[in-house]
């Protein structure tokens, strides 16, 4: 039985495969799928990822899509192998270009499927990630900004909406160096391990990887290292002295904040973080994910208090060569 058309989706309500299909014109497999006009353009696109609410994919699958701060991390078509930058996956990265809808949908199983909003593509870039045996492929990662406003979108109008929403946002998600990340280097013989050692990282709880990061600095000589509360820490995660065998920085204030992150960080995170931070603090941004060229311009400017800057692969490192991950 076709199912009644609908013209309109509404975030956070559920849609049954068929409907959505059918109301967008795409195909009936893959988390890419394309509407394409008779001249072969993109007209609007469904992006489909795993059921997000459900913790236990990330038990099972490290890298698994997940959203964060309205941002959906989200690895392109292609399990197996090295994935490459063509075809279907090549179809996202037209919106830089062209404000095109791409409709987000979480597939929470037995063929429904719920609308998470208008996505627009921050950032893609090519990563690694171990599979099953630990061996090590390429992989290309994109950021997408989650709109879950307006809440209620009419497929017909849903460009003029785009174009909209992606010329008033308030900060500039198109710069080349926001869109650029820039992972810390791994000694090549080293790589698979490190990079097993940070799927670990992103398996954990955030509160659970604080406390790892509160360990770290602990056997790294901080002293005085404390947790602050998970809830209302205003932006500070760890704070520590350092020790006094330090002798040029014995008994400097340390304040860390720690993101357990798939999505890149950016210079906006960095901004938030300098501001939180106490006047005679020395601060370090630590996330699983990496920083974007952008973010590494804004931690080293010298006109500002300079922040230090650990991404994953550079944690999981100090992890393995302190002893406390082998």
């Known amino acids: 039985m076709t199912p009644e058309p609908v013209d309109s989706f509404t975030v956070g309500q559920l849609y049954t495969h068929d409907v959505m299909r059918l109301a967008l014109g795409v195909g009936n497999l893959g988390g890419i799928r394309p509407s394409i006009d008779s001249q072969g353009r993109l007209r609007h696109l469904a992006l489909i990822t795993s059921d997000l609410d459900c913790d236990r994919s990330l038990s099972r699958n490290p890298y698994a899509d997940r959203i964060e701060d309205n941002v959906l991390t989200y690895t392109a078509s292609g399990r197996e192998g090295d994935q490459v930058l063509s075809g279907i996956n090549k179809r996202l990265v037209e919106q830089y270009d062209t404000p095109t809808p791409f409709f987000g949908f979480a597939n929470t199983g037995r063929q429904n499927y719920r609308f998470l909003g208008l996505l627009q593509l921050l950032r893609h870039y090519r990563d690694v990630q171990a599979d099953r045996t630990g061996k090590l492929r390429s992989v290309w990662m994109f950021e997408f900004r989650i709109y879950s406003s307006p809440s ?51 398996s954990i709880s955030p509160r659970d990887f604080e406390q790892l990061v509160g360990r770290l600095c602990a056997v790294s000589g901080f002293n005085d290292v404390r947790i602050t509360r998970y809830q209302g820490d205003g932006g500070i995660d760890v704070e520590a002295y350092v020790g006094q065998e330090n002798a040029f920085f014995a008994g400097t204030h340390v304040q860390a904040q720690v993101k357990r992150w798939r999505h890149s960080v950016g210079n906006v995170e960095i901004n938030s973080f300098r501001g939180a931070l106490s006047s005679n603090a020395k601060g370090v941004f630590i996330s699983t994910g990496y920083f974007t060229k952008a973010a590494i311009q804004e931690a080293a400017l010298e006109t500002k208090p300079s922040i230090a800057l650990i991404d ?12 406390l991950i082998t």
């Open 152 to 202: 209620v979108v009419r497929i017909a109008q849903a460009r003029e909406i785009v174009d909209v929403l992606f010329r008033s946002t308030s900060f500039d998600l198109r710069s080349n160096d926001d869109q650029e990340t820039c992972p810390s280097e791994v000694q090549v013989q080293d790589s698979p391990h490190i990079e097993l050692i940070r799927s670990q990282m992103l």
């Open 312 to 323: 994953g692969r550079k944690l999981a490192t100090l992890c393995v060569s302190n002893g």
